[in-house]
């Protein structure tokens, strides 16, 4: 089983930052990608960023230049820096992580989210 834990959500005024991360823990024996999706209220669960095993990475065109992603394989942990945070950024944000957990079992899990709130 596959474990995700976010934290660095929060309360945050327009312009400013934040920096989500994401671990993941249990028997995992590979991790191909990693992102991070988000979910406004009222609108549906949508792709803000990914990054693959191979050092791709992909942003969303409403956050480029403003948000990037990055991962440290030897923590397995994957980080989403948001700069320049507007209030239409608000929304829960969940990590999603893709690979093989014990006996080569494939695994495509979100984690429990976390909010972001940008408003002065």
């Known amino acids: 089983q596959v474990h995700l834990v976010e934290s660095g959500g929060g309360l945050v005024q327009p312009g400013g930052s934040l920096r989500l991360s994401c671990v993941a823990s249990?028997?995992?024996?590979?991790?191909?990608?990693m992102g991070w999706y988000r979910q406004a209220p009222g609108k549906q669960r949508v792709l803000v960023a990914r990054t693959t095993s191979h050092g791709q990475t992909d942003v969303v065109d409403a956050v480029k230049g403003r948000f990037s992603i990055s991962r440290d394989d030897s923590k397995n942990t994957v980080y989403l820096q948001m700069n320049s945070l507007e209030p239409d950024d608000t929304a829960v944000y969940y990590c999603h992580v893709m690979g093989l957990s014990g006996r080569d079992i494939p695994f495509s899990d979100y984690g429990q989210g976390t909010q972001v709130t940008v408003s002065s």
């Open positions: 249990g028997n995992i024996v590979y991790i191909s990608a």
